[in-house]
């Protein structure tokens, strides 16, 4: 499945558009609307390091596309094949990107192996250090959701289990309680899941971005 959106629902503005993307190796099939509101025959892709590529933008039968340079500008930040990105455009054809793996958490680009970008839960410093991962619905997977085993074993401690609760903080600013639902090798989002899901509009065509801000707490924005 590859997705993309015309921005992030209650927060993107016509230059911060983001769109979740499936990583396809040669080109990198994005939006027509995002082509033309960069409006040029190249993009600037911002990558590991904080190196700038110059990507060509170009077009097709099946439309636009991110060609020319794309595929070193993927050698050189280490995105396999079955990963998500996340691209954002920022102003003037500068796309900043985030990368997600096979198991759907945030990795660092440029990294040697598939770690967590983040290493402890106390010490990231701003939003986009935060621990994060997508995701992208299942058929009949609303009434819960499943937070990632990778993701759960890295970022959330044993002992704020206890209580089975978590907060979410949702697109359009209303904070939920959400029921934490467990078994042996599974941690999902459960009671009140399915409420949070309805008032915000949210069906299976969507993805969701979840940046965990610690202490049970999560920050989500949709992806459509």
């Known amino acids: 499945m590859a997705s993309s959106s015309s921005g992030c629902h209650g927060a993107a503005t016509a230059k911060h558009r983001c769109v979740l993307l499936r990583f396809t190796r040669d080109s990198l099939r994005i939006p027509d609307e995002l082509a033309a509101e960069i409006a040029a025959e190249e993009a600037l892709v911002v990558g590991s390091h904080s190196k700038v590529w110059r990507v060509g933008i170009g077009w097709d039968g099946d439309g636009a596309l991110l060609g020319r340079g794309w595929r070193a500008f993927a050698a050189a930040c280490g995105v396999e094949s079955g990963w998500f990105l996340v691209l954002r455009h920022r102003s003037r054809g500068l796309l900043t990107l985030k990368a997600f793996d096979d198991d759907r958490c945030l990795t660092e680009l440029g990294a040697q192996t598939t770690a967590p970008a983040v290493e402890a839960t106390t010490n990231y410093k701003g939003a986009s250090r935060k621990p994060q991962f997508i995701n992208v619905f299942p058929t009949k997977s609303m009434g ?10 890295h970022y959330i401690p044993k ?3 206890n209580n089975r609760m978590v907060i979410i903080s949702g697109p359009l600013g209303k904070v939920c309680p959400i029921e934490l639902e467990m078994n042996q090798s599974s941690m999902f989002f459960a009671g009140g899941w399915s409420q949070f899901m309805a008032f915000h509009g949210i069906t299976e065509a969507d993805a969701l971005l979840l ?12 992806l459509g």
């Open 211 to 222: 940046r965990y801000e610690g202490n049970m707490a999560f920050t989500i924005k949709v």
């Open 159 to 161: 002992d704020h289990l």
């Open 144 to 153: 819960k959701m499943l937070i990632p085993a990778r993701f759960a074993q």
